[in-house]
């Protein structure tokens, strides 16, 4: 169960997003994996930001409202260059998720990307996850890959 939430953990931090519908059902109790969640999200940073590989290279996907790339201006369809000094032009989706978590230690991001041709770099800080993000994830969690409603498991 430990490695199932873990995996739920990594795709919030950089997707925050939830597993797919069709995922296995989790064998643990809601309350525990609740806890688990929300142990390993505490105090933890995100940028609020989803990749896709261009093939070469990564796209922007999906940026969360009010998250640290939405407040720098980060858009669905910007092109990815580099970060913190690190090419992104041959990168993969898990070199960034790497790069992103590379960044925790400092909490600073320096992007630059590429939109319609013209080149732009943002800085920014990673950001805490909210207690509302965090609830998101448990829900989602609860609601997506137990067998019970989460207020029948509690």
Do not use: W
Not at 34 to 55: C, H, M, P, W
Not at 78 to 85: P, T, V
Not at 113 to 138: C, N, S
């Amino acid at each position: 169960m430990v490695q199932r939430i873990s995996r739920i953990f990594l795709v919030a931090l950089v997707a925050a997003s939830t597993i797919a519908g069709d995922a296995p059902k989790c064998t643990g109790a809601a309350r525990e994996c609740e806890q688990k969640i929300r142990q390993l999200v505490s105090g933890r940073r995100y940028f609020g930001a989803t990749v896709l590989d261009k093939n070469p290279g990564l796209v922007v996907s999906n940026v969360k409202p009010d998250s640290p790339a939405a407040k720098t201006g980060l858009k669905p369809g910007d092109i990815l260059i580099s970060m913190n000094g690190k090419s992104l032009t041959h990168a993969s989706v898990r070199e960034f998720k790497q790069y992103i978590a590379d960044a925790r230690s400092t909490g600073r991001i320096f992007l630059l990307y590429m939109r319609h041709g013209t080149l732009t770099r943002i800085d920014t800080r990673l950001e805490p996850y909210t207690k509302e993000q965090v609830a998101k994830m448990v829900a989602a969690h609860l609601a997506q890959t137990h067998t019970t409603t989460a207020g029948a498991q509690r």
